[in-house]
């Protein structure tokens, strides 16, 4: 088991087309983790695909950049600051069409996240 304190430097990122995901705690690095807990980046004109978490919520909380975030049939446009919360099973992703990265932090109310990607 990992300690309770993660460094960053020290957690490889997740890289996709869109962006990048670090975790720093979760059930896999943690054993009994009841959270995941990381940094998102989204590269600019570029967007996540829409998905859901059947077994978790999700807090999203902006730190820079900008972006779309649809949640179900809505959309919300979102800033430095601003943080959104997403009900389990609800539909979501994040549209940055902005000129710089957004970034912000992610948090689950599941020490196992799962994500269902309607794309695939």
Same mark, same amino acid.
């Given at each position: 088991?990992?300690?309770?304190?993660?460094?960053?430097?020290?957690?490889?990122?997740?890289?996709?087309?869109?962006?990048?995901?670090?975790?720093?705690?979760?059930?896999?690095?943690?054993?009994?983790? =009841?959270?995941?807990?990381?940094?998102?980046?989204?590269?600019?004109?570029?967007?996540?695909?829409?998905?859901?978490?059947?077994?978790?919520? =999700?807090?999203?909380?902006?730190?820079?950049?900008?972006? +779309?975030? +649809?949640?179900?049939?809505?959309?919300? =446009?979102?800033?430095?600051?601003?943080?959104?919360?997403?009900?389990?099973? *609800?539909?979501?992703?994040?549209?940055?069409?902005?000129?710089?990265?957004?970034?912000?932090?992610?948090?689950?109310?599941?020490?196992?996240?799962?994500? *269902?990607?309607?794309? =695939?």
């Amino acid at each position: 088991m990992a300690g309770p304190v993660t460094r960053a430097q020290d957690t490889q990122a997740d890289a996709f087309p869109w962006g990048a995901i670090r975790w720093l705690h979760n059930g896999e690095q943690n054993e009994g983790a =009841e959270q995941t807990f990381g940094f998102v980046f989204i590269d600019a004109g570029k967007q996540n695909p829409p998905h859901y978490h059947p077994n978790c919520e =999700e807090i999203l909380y902006v730190l820079s950049g900008s972006c +779309t975030h +649809t949640y179900g049939d809505e959309s919300f =446009e979102m800033g430095p600051g601003d943080s959104i919360i997403v009900p389990q099973g *609800v539909v979501h992703h994040a549209i940055n069409s902005g000129w710089e990265p957004l970034r912000a932090v992610i948090s689950f109310s599941s020490g196992d996240r799962q994500t *269902v990607f309607l794309d =695939e």
